[in-house]
């Protein structure tokens, strides 16, 4: 099942992980999903996340923000 863009998908970052007791930017967070796939995990500063953080956040402009988001 693919995400409903229209709920907003980074409304709730940054958010506080309370498995790893840190607040998570969107950029730590996609480091985070490429580990179980045996990827390369990109530098945080990598262009290849600031495009797809631009990306995801376009479709959230004008949605009211959602912070501090707190997932487990």
């Not at 907003?8 to 996609?30: I, N, V, Y």
């Not at 945080?44 to 402009?61: G, K, M, V, W």
Request: proline share 6%; aromatic share 12%; charged share 20%.
């Amino acid at each position: 099942m693919l995400a409903d863009v229209t709920e907003g998908l980074t409304r709730h970052f940054p958010t506080w992980r309370t498995s790893q007791g840190a607040a998570w930017d969107m950029r730590r967070r996609f480091q985070w999903c490429m580990t179980p796939l045996g990827a390369n995990m990109l530098a945080a500063d990598a262009i290849e996340y600031a495009e797809l953080e631009l990306y995801l956040t376009s479709f959230d402009n004008g949605k009211p923000m959602s912070v501090p988001g707190i997932r487990h």
